[in-house]
């Protein structure tokens, strides 16, 4: 298997557990981790027969922007549901979803979830 990486992808979500959490969304960072068969982008050279990077940067912004959830975990779940759901050929998902600065001794916390597709 091959793999696509996205590394800090900066995205914003109204996220968190706590009422003071929940006026105003949250700056968040992703870094994904893709399992692909690359080898037909490498005879063709054409972004159609391989994963677009760009595109699923965008579908992870999107589910960011329209979520509300408490939970980090729960945000993750329904990152890689959208991920096998629009992109056919991703067979494994690696997400690390890191919320810097929210805690005041630490200068990042984050939840980290791999998932084969179903
Ligand atoms: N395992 C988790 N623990 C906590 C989360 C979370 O998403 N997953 N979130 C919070 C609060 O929302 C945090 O942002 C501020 O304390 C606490 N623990």
Redesign the pocket.
Known sequence: MDTIYIEKLGVESL????DW?RHSPTSLLLDVTLGVDLQPATLSDDVTDTVDYARVAETLEEVAAQSQF????ALAGKMIERLFNDFVTIQRVRLKVS?PG??PLAENVA?EMQRERP
């Open positions: 996220i968190g557990v706590y959490e408490e939970l980090l975990e919320k929210i805690l939840i």
